[in-house]
């Protein structure tokens, strides 16, 4: 059966606008979404109610096509976690380049995926509770073209998925992957023959259950230094791996290809190179999930994809890597000491669990110049809800009035502060917007 590549969101185009959503202009009514690249509106002309969270356009489509060029390069699939944006116009653009689908990991975002006929789903999570389960199984029997994955680790969810399954009798069965984990992390078992004996339970509850593959969260292991987290990583893959051996041993798969996945944004260049290694004497499939690939940060996943381009140097030959696409702009409304500038955006705007916003550039209020950028000598030290420290050399320029643009680290933690964020071009010509649905 021919997967469909695409999305519904025409209902999200058609969707209002108005200055009730933060970073609307005011008096701003009835507007459909699809109308606001046609407003003309401009980041430096203030259009728009600062703060204001941005895309920049040229930053998306050089991460799409890097992300495709490097899944192309090592024969991967890439299934991008949608928790990061939560925003459908961002899956299908993902989706049109490329993706195999897209992720999930809780039940309320399948609750939105397939509002929005998401094709193809790997629900990276245990599917747990009755509720959810007959959700699945509801979509499964409706849509004849709903591909839907989820993740088992115990007796338990074998015997839930199994007993509602049999119930339901949908004609098809539900698609699992064995979840794998390591001592000190999240979910998934510990040990090969817990393993291989839930592997065995799925493989006899068919035909209402099918094991396809075998699934692992590496971003979450323990490390004190970057070398004991590589080694982490490492020794996951190769568990996964000599399970997926076991299990094609014994016959437990159901079906080909059979699936390997793993990989979030920080060390996808893993199951990228050792999954792909594994030779199960069977067609397989190597799935990674990053989610924050798309946007990419100004700090803490530039510095782990500095890594990977140390960690796997033919990966140069993809040309420049990630950039930087989600800018968060804000106002200047306070200079009360020489080195220290107060702006209008805080822990309501940006994310700031990893790591506090990066400076970037700075813009005098008028529209007429591009933006400078901002030197070494200027720091966020402190949040507060609504205000950013931002530390500044004695010599800044910086005023009162002036637009300050910052980078941020954790893309996910940004995104579900804004109802609405903005495609902008490189003059900060407000291009379209896109909703998210947290």
Not at 279 to 307: F, I, K, N, P, Q
Request: net charge negative; with cysteine.
């Amino acid at each position: 059966m021919e997967q469909k590549t695409h999305i519904d969101i025409e209902a999200i185009e058609r969707s209002i606008v108005d200055d009730i959503m933060k970073g609307v202009p005011a008096n701003v009514r009835k507007l459909p979404l699809k109308d606001v690249g046609a407003q003309r509106w401009n980041v430096l002309r203030e259009d728009l109610p600062l703060p204001v969270a941005v895309l920049k356009h040229s930053a998306l489509q050089h991460n799409l096509d890097w992300m495709r060029r490097f899944t192309t390069a090592t024969g991967t699939v890439l299934c991008p976690h949608g928790k990061t944006t939560m925003s459908p116009q961002l899956f299908e653009l993902q989706l049109r380049h490329g993706a195999w689908g897209i992720t999930a990991a809780t039940i309320s975002q399948l609750h939105v995926y397939r509002r929005y006929a998401v094709p193809r789903i790997l629900f990276a999570n245990q599917l747990i509770g009755r509720r959810s389960i007959q959700f699945v199984l509801d979509e499964l029997r409706r849509d004849p073209h709903f591909d839907f994955y989820c993740l088992v680790d115990s007796h338990e969810t074998v015997t839930a998925l199994k007993d509602a399954a049999m119930q339901a009798a949908i004609g098809r069965p539900l698609q699992v992957l064995l979840e794998v984990g390591q001592a000190g992390g999240r979910a998934g078992t510990r040990t090969f023959e817990h393993a291989i004996e839930i592997a065995r339970a799925v493989a006899s509850a068919q035909p209402y259950l099918a094991l396809r593959g075998i699934e692992g969260y590496e971003g979450i292991l323990a490390g004190e230094n970057a070398p004991d987290m590589e080694r982490s990583v490492s020794q996951l893959m190769g568990d996964m791996s000599e399970i997926a051996v076991g299990c094609t041993r014994e016959g437990l798969f159901s079906s080909e290809p059979i699936i390997l996945s793993a990989g979030g944004s920080a060390y996808f260049d893993f199951p990228a190179t050792q999954l792909r290694q594994v030779d199960l004497g069977r067609s397989t499939l190597v799935v990674l999930r990053s989610g924050c690939y798309l946007t990419h940060d100004s700090s803490w996943l530039a510095g782990l994809e500095a890594e990977l381009r140390e960690r796997t140097p033919r990966i140069k030959e993809l040309g420049p890597g990630l950039q930087p696409a989600l800018e968060i702009w804000a106002y200047v409304q306070s200079r009360p000491e020489q080195n220290l500038a107060l702006v209008t955006m805080g822990k309501r705007d940006c994310s700031y669990d990893i790591e506090l916003p990066t400076p970037i550039a700075w813009a005098r209020a008028s529209g007429s110049a591009r933006p400078q950028e901002l030197g070494s000598g200027y720091r966020v030290v402190r949040l507060n809800d609504q205000h950013a420290y931002l530390q500044v050399p004695s010599e800044s320029q910086l005023r009162v009035g002036d637009l300050v643009a910052f980078g941020v680290a954790h893309p996910c933690t940004t995104f579900d502060k804004w109802q609405l964020l903005f495609i902008v071009n490189e003059e900060y010509d407000v291009l379209q917007a896109v909703r998210t649905f947290f």
